[in-house]
Structure formats: C-alpha cells, structure tokens
C-alpha cells in the first residue's frame, strides 16, 4: 500500500519537475526567437 503511494508521489513530482523544465525551455527559445527576430 506505501509502496503504491510512493511510486504515485515520485511519478507526480517528475511530470512536475518535466512540466517546469518544459515551460522554461520554450520560454528559452521564444525569448530568444523574438530578441533574433526584432532585437528586443
């Protein structure tokens, strides 16, 4: 039953942490996008 709500808790906390990176990685290249495209 641990075992279970373990494995839940870690699978949660990685999409998390790949959401977070995920979000960080486009606002990344958009920034960079837009200061290469209009020199922002």
Not at 22 to 40: H, K, M, N
Request: aromatic share 22%.
């Amino acid at each position: 039953m641990y075992e279970h709500i373990a494995k839940n808790r870690a699978k949660t906390v990685f999409i998390i942490i790949g959401f977070i990176i995920f979000i960080t990685v486009v606002g990344f290249a958009v920034g960079y996008y837009l200061d290469w495209r209009y020199g922002i």
